[in-house]
């Protein structure tokens, strides 16, 4: 599937087309049609490996366009398959990657790009990284100031390190004594975060007690990408957001056992003025009543012995004392290294291997159908399955395919 396009040339860069490409000494390209479009990944290899680019060219216009690119980037690789998805989303395969990174979705009309192409106004594609199996949905925790959120999201870490990652939010309020930039928030001013809002970099952000509050996808992402589920710490507005955005969470509402209670432990905690003190209680009524109503969250829970509302949670996180779910994401068993090409049939991708390594080699099936997620986030639901292809032919498998190469 390829097609003749003019010559790209963005900001001295220049490349010619699709069609002209030798792929041994430019480097791993691939172009895939999606419509009237023509998405062209990766370039001239450096030396270093190809970073993946993108560069769109459309039919309809003649013209070349680099897009805006949301979502965490792949790491450099050595080469790349590319196959299109529903009409979507193109699935790069990555040669020389770690098992858990070979896996990439392009997306390039899933419902967030046309989401973001109308509020960005301008050409959008997103990178979401493929995971084995269903994963773990994002953990979504809110609730009014000073009721021990923090503190049970500090258990649940020191308990499982390797099951959950924090959510670093960016935040425009003063860093408290202990709080350490790049690990309790990302500190940062008013005019830098309204521009990484406006260029479509956040998946919610909200003005919280006087201060400008946000989740990155990129805060995401990286928990996401490390194996982890992330945990979110963000107030009714900020969960509000993200329950009407594509990013599928489960959320819980912390509750105090009485307002007292909570005023108690504000002022216990010394980390606000009097006046910072009395706008989180007067927010606390609100967040409360919009909390415990609106049918927002999936949990509510009453932070009274803290010991107790830490055992109620890990049960609604499905946690027992011996288990640590990490690693249910890796890719273990698919060889990323020696593979050629990819071929899509009813929603099955066959890798296929070069000539000489066939017979030492399985083949794997990446079965699709069941995606679910995406970006912002990763993409679940993929299922990875080794055939033995003596036994199988591939028309047997896939039909009569159609193949797009490296
Ligand atoms: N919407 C939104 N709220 C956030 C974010 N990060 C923190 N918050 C919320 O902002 C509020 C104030 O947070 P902070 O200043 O750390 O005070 P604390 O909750 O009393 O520790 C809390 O309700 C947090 O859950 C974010 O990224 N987005
Ligand atoms: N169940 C509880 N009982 C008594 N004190 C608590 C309880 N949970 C948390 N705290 C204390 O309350 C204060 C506020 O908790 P924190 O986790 O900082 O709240 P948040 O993150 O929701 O603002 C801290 O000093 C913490 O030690």
């Given at each position: 599937m390829r097609e003749e396009a003019p010559e790209f040339s963005h900001d001295g860069f220049h490349c010619v087309s699709p069609i002209e490409l030798d792929s041994k000494s430019l480097g791993c390209q691939t172009t895939t049609i999606v419509g009237e479009k023509i998405f062209v990944v990766g370039g001239p290899d450096d030396g270093e490996g190809s970073c993946l680019s993108v560069r769109v060219f459309d039919k309809s216009t003649g013209k070349w366009s680099v897009p805006t690119i949301l979502g965490t980037k792949p790491l450099p690789c050595k080469g790349h398959s590319a196959v299109l998805l529903n009409n979507d989303r193109i699935l790069i395969l990555k040669q020389d990657a770690l098992p858990d990174d070979c896996t990439w979705f392009l997306e390039v009309d899933s419902p967030f790009v046309r989401d973001q192409k109308k509020i960005l106004e301008t050409e959008v594609v997103a990178w979401s990284k493929g995971v084995k199996g269903d994963g773990l949905k994002p953990v979504v925790i809110s609730g009014p100031s000073g009721v021990g959120k923090g503190t049970l999201i500090s258990k649940l870490m020191n308990e499982f390190p390797h099951t959950f990652g924090f959510s670093v939010s960016h935040t425009t309020r003063a860093p408290r004594k202990k709080e350490k930039h790049g690990v309790h928030y990302h500190f940062t001013d008013q005019i830098t975060m309204e521009k990484d809002i406006r260029e479509g970099k956040f998946l919610e952000s909200a003005q919280v007690h006087g201060n400008l509050y946000g989740t990155s996808i990129e805060a995401v992402e990286a928990v996401t990408d490390s194996g982890k589920r992330c945990i979110l710490d963000i107030d009714v507005q900020g969960a509000r957001s993200v329950k009407a955005s594509l990013l599928d969470v489960m959320s819980i509402f912390i509750c105090p056992p009485s307002y007292e209670d909570l005023e108690k432990r504000l002022r216990a905690r010394g980390t606000e003025t009097e006046e910072q003190v009395q706008k989180r209680l007067r927010n606390a009524t609100a967040e409360l009543e919009q909390g415990k109503s609106?049918?927002?969250?999936d949990h509510i829970l009453v932070n009274d012995d803290l010991e107790t509302c830490y055992q109620n949670l890990k049960t609604i996180l499905g946690l027992n004392e011996s288990s640590d779910a990490s690693n249910q994401t890796s890719m273990e068993g698919v060889e990323c290294s020696t593979f050629q090409s990819l071929t899509e049939k009813n929603q099955k991708v066959l890798i296929h291997y070069n000539s000489n390594s066939l017979e030492s080699k399985t083949l794997f099936v990446l079965d699709v159908s069941s995606l679910k997620g995406g970006a912002p986030g990763r993409t679940r639901g993929l299922s990875v399955y080794a055939i033995n292809p003596f036994t199988y032919s591939t028309k047997g498998i896939l039909g009569n395919n159609k193949e797009i190469n490296c």
């Open positions: 609106s049918g927002l969250f």
